[in-house]
C-alpha cells in the first residue's frame, strides 16, 4: 500500500505540475506529498525529479517511471472498479439449494418471476431434500422450511410454514375425524421419512408446549409429493406442507384435522453466508424473495 501511495504521489504531481498543487488536489501537505516522492526516489534509487524553487521536471528515469507506473495504477484502477460493479450490481450466476417440494411449488414460480426482472442473472436451482453446506458446496443462498437453529448463517424470514395433517374425506368417513393428536396412534398414518422426526409427530398442546405422537400405516415415503398422493388415494392420513395441499383442501379432496394442534414455530427462511459485502446478485434475489412471498401472504397462500 505504501508502495502506491508513493507512486501515486509521483503521478500526481508530475501532472499537477508541482509538489503545492498536487498537495490540493489530493488533500494531503506538501511536505508529506515531497516525503513520499522522496522515498520513492530513495527505494528506486534514482532521481525522478528535478527540482528548482519555481518548477519541477522529470528527469530521464524519471519519464520513463510515469509512463510505467501510470499504467500499472490505471490497470489498478480498472480491476477495482470491475469487481466492485460485478459485486454491487445484479449480474452473474446464483446458485441456490431448496427442496424438492417447495422447489416443484412456490418456490419456481418466485425463481421464475425474479429471472423476467433481472435479464443479467442466471440461476443454478438445486432441489434435493438435505441441508447443504452453502459454503463447501458453494451455493449463494439456500431456501430453508425449518424452526431455524443456531447457526453462522444470514437468514431472513419470507413467510410461516405449516404442516398440516390431511386426509380424504372417504378416510374420515370410515375411520372418524382424530379430535386430538393421540387418536392418530390408532388410525393409518402416511409416513414421510424426510419429515424430521419421521413417525414421531410433534403437535403443540392446549398449554402452548409439545407432545409427541407415535404413528403407523402401510405406505412409507421419502417425498412429500408421494405423500400427498397417498393421502388423496385414502391409504392413511398425512402431515403435508400447507402450500401443497392448500388446493385440495379448497376443492375437498382433503380434509384438514387438528388445525388447534399445529405447531407455529417453523418458517420459511431464505438463508446466505455473509452480510458483508454482499454481492448485488444476492442482495436482489434476498429482497425480490421478501416482497414476493409478502404479496404471497397478502393473498392467503401461506
Known amino acids: 500500500m505504501d508502495q502506491l501511495t508513493r507512486m501515486r504521489c509521483f503521478i500526481q504531481v508530475v501532472d499537477a505540475g508541482g509538489f503545492s498543487a498536487a498537495a490540493r488536489e489530493m488533500g494531503r501537505s506538501k511536505a508529506l506529498v515531497s516525503k513520499y516522492v522522496g522515498e520513492l526516489e530513495d527505494e528506486l534509487g534514482v532521481r525522478l525529479l528535478n527540482r528548482t524553487t519555481r518548477q519541477i521536471s522529470t528527469t530521464e528515469a524519471g519519464q520513463a517511471y510515469y509512463r510505467e507506473a501510470s499504467d500499472i495504477l490505471q490497470r489498478i484502477d480498472d480491476l477495482q472498479e470491475a469487481m466492485q460493479d460485478a459485486h454491487q450490481h445484479a449480474r452473474g450466476l446464483l ?47 439456500a431456501i430453508r422450511l425449518t424452526e431455524l437453529s443456531d447457526s453462522s448463517l444470514i437468514a431472513r424470514k419470507l413467510a410461516p410454514f405449516r404442516q398440516v395433517t390431511v386426509a380424504a374425506p372417504e378416510l374420515i368417513s370410515i375411520n372418524g375425524r382424530p379430535e ?5 396412534a390408532d388410525m393409518s398414518f402416511v409416513v414421510d421419512t424426510n419429515y424430521r422426526f419421521r413417525s414421531n409427530l ?9 407432545l409427541s405422537v407415535a404413528v403407523k400405516g402401510r405406505v412409507e415415503v421419502n417425498s ?10 385414502g391409504l392413511g392420513f398425512a402431515r403435508i406442507p400447507l402450500f401443497m395441499v392448500r388446493d385440495d383442501i379448497a376443492a375437498g379432496r382433503l380434509v384438514r384435522v ?12 431464505v438463508v446466505y453466508p455473509h452480510r458483508k459485502h ?18 404471497e401472504q397478502l393473498r392467503g397462500a401461506f
Do not use: C
Open 95 to 141: 446458485r441456490v439449494s431448496a427442496s424438492r417440494a417447495f422447489g416443484d411449488h412456490d418456490l419456481s414460480r418466485a425463481v421464475m418471476a425474479f429471472l423476467a426482472e433481472n435479464p443479467d442473472i442466471s440461476v443454478d436451482l438445486k432441489l434435493e431434500d438435505r441441508f447443504v453446506d452453502l459454503v463447501e458446496e458453494g451455493f449463494d443462498v
Open 180 to 184: 386430538e393428536p393421540g387418536d392418530l
Open 202 to 210: 410433534v403437535f403443540r398442546d392446549t398449554e402452548g408446549g409439545r
Open 224 to 233: 412429500a409429493e408421494a405423500a400427498r398422493q397417498a393421502a388423496l388415494a
Open 258 to 269: 387438528l388445525e388447534d394442534y399445529e405447531s407455529e414455530d417453523a418458517a420459511i427462511w
Open 278 to 295: 454482499l454481492s448485488g446478485k444476492v442482495r436482489a434475489f434476498v429482497d425480490f424473495l421478501v416482497a414476493w412471498f409478502e404479496k
